[in-house]
Nanobody, 115 residues
Framework: QVQLVESGGGLVQPGGSLRLSCVGS????????MGWYRQAPGQQRELVAS???????NYIESVKGRFTISRDNAKNTVYLQMSSLKPEDTAMYYC?????????WGQGTQVTVSS
């Protein structure tokens, strides 16, 4: 079954940076699109960024120019480099291949942006 393990979150000041990592297993990682999602308290989970098997990327408007998604298929890992972080980026971050909508979510990694 699909398993996802996220890491790299933490507490950072506004304007700071973090790099999130997610290791996937139980599916064909190298041929799967991958997405980073986030969920803030009281809000719905949203897809923040995605990357196709060929490296094509998409971002929501609010993170364009600040976040970069990338992948290393040899390590079954997808990354989210986050820069110029804002308090509104505070959320639990998850990764998941979008095509496995019914797969269980990982434990996520908490990102808190606060001074």
């Amino acid at each position: 079954q699909v398993q996802l393990v996220e890491s790299g979150g933490g507490l950072v000041q506004p304007g700071g940076s973090l790099r999130l990592s997610c290791v996937g297993s139980g599916f064909s990682f190298s041929i799967s699109s991958m997405g980073w999602y986030r969920q803030a308290p009281g809000q719905q989970r949203e897809l923040v960024a995605s990357i196709t098997r060929n490296g094509g990327t998409n971002y929501i408007e609010s993170v364009k120019g600040r976040f970069t998604i990338s992948r290393d298929n040899a390590k079954n890992t997808v990354y989210l480099q986050m820069s110029s972080l804002k308090p509104e980026d505070t959320a639990m971050y998850y990764c998941k291949p979008p095509q496995f909508a019914n797969a269980a979510w990982g434990q996520g990694t908490q990102v808190t942006v606060s001074s």
